[in-house]
T-cell receptor
Framework: NAGVTQTPKFRILKIGQSMTLQCTQD?????MYWYRQDPGMGLKLIYY???????DKGEVPNGYNVSRSTTEDFPLRLELAAPSQTSVYFC????????????????FGPGTRLTVT | KNEVEQSPQNLTAQEGEFITINCSYS?????LHWLQQHPGGGIVSLFM???GKKKHGRLIATINIQEKHSSLHITASHPRDSAVYIC????????????????FGKGTHLIIQP
C-alpha cells in the first residue's frame, strides 16, 4: 500500500492564482482531512470528509474548497491565492465506524509546501 | 475549545538519555494522540490513548485523565529520535466518529546529539 500520497510536494503561486492540491489514499479509509501547518503553530483542520460525497468545514475553511467524489481522492482547491495561505498542507485519512466517539489513528501524507507571493 | 500546551518547546539531550515530553489540556477528552514529525516533514502517528499507559519499543505514553496530563517518554534516546513530537486531543462529548475534533499542540522539537 502506498498509504496517503500528495502532489505536488512544492509549489509557488502568485497572488490571485488558483490551484488544486491532490490527495489519494489506498487504505479504503472513510475519513479524510486537510490540515495546514504554519511555523510555530499547531496543525489546523481546514476541511474533512466522512465519506464519498460528504464534506464539512473544519476550523479554518475560508479561501478553500474540497470535494470527495470517490473514497480514494480528496482534492483541496485554493481559489484566489493570498499570502496568508503560505503554509505546509497535510492530507490525512482514518477509519471510523461512527459508532463511538473515540477517534481512530490518522495516516498522514508527506505534505505540500505552498508559497504565495 | 480545548487548549493544548506542550512542554518543553525545545529539548536537546545526549544520546542514551531518558526523555520526557509533557502535554496538558484544559477540557475533558475522549482520546489523546502522540504524533512524530520527522525533519523532512512527514507525520507519523505514535500512540492513541484514552487511559493508562501504552508502550511501543523505546516509546512509552501515559495519560492521567484526572490531572488532564499526558507524557511521552523515550528510553535510551538515539539521534534518529530527533523530531518534533506533537500532542493532539479529542474533546469529550464531541460527536462524530472521526478525528475532525482534534486540537493540536504546537509540538516539542527534540534533538538528540551523539
Amino acid at each position: 500500500n502506498a498509504g496517503v500520497t500528495q502532489t505536488p510536494k512544492f509549489r509557488i503561486l502568485k497572488i490571485g492564482q488558483s490551484m488544486t492540491l491532490q490527495c489519494t489514499q489506498d487504505m479504503n479509509h472513510n475519513y479524510m482531512y486537510w490540515y495546514r501547518q504554519d511555523p510555530g503553530m499547531g496543525l489546523k483542520l481546514i476541511y474533512y470528509s466522512v465519506g464519498a460525497g460528504i464534506t464539512d468545514k473544519g476550523e479554518v475553511p475560508n479561501g478553500y474548497n474540497v470535494s470527495r467524489s470517490t473514497t480514494e481522492d480528496f482534492p483541496l482547491r485554493l481559489e484566489l491565492a493570498a499570502p496568508s495561505q503560505t503554509s505546509v498542507y497535510f492530507c490525512a485519512s482514518s477509519y471510523s465506524t461512527g459508532q463511538e466517539i473515540r477517534s481512530y489513528e490518522q495516516y498522514f501524507g508527506p505534505g505540500t509546501r505552498l508559497t504565495v507571493t | 475549545k480545548n487548549e493544548v500546551e506542550q512542554s518543553p518547546q525545545n529539548l536537546t539531550a545526549q544520546e542514551g538519555e531518558f526523555i520526557t515530553i509533557n502535554c496538558s489540556y484544559s477540557v475533558g477528552i475522549s482520546a489523546l494522540h502522540w504524533l512524530q514529525q520527522h525533519p523532512g516533514g512527514g507525520i507519523v502517528s505514535l500512540f492513541m490513548l484514552s487511559s493508562g499507559k501504552k508502550k511501543h519499543g523505546r516509546l512509552i505514553a501515559t495519560i492521567n485523565i484526572q490531572e488532564k496530563h499526558s507524557s511521552l517518554h523515550i528510553t535510551a534516546s538515539h539521534p534518529r529520535d530527533s523530531a518534533v513530537y506533537i500532542c493532539a486531543v479529542r474533546s469529550e462529548g464531541y460527536s462524530g466518529g472521526g478525528a475532525d475534533g482534534l486540537t493540536f499542540g504546537k509540538g516539542t522539537h527534540l534533538i538528540i546529539q551523539p
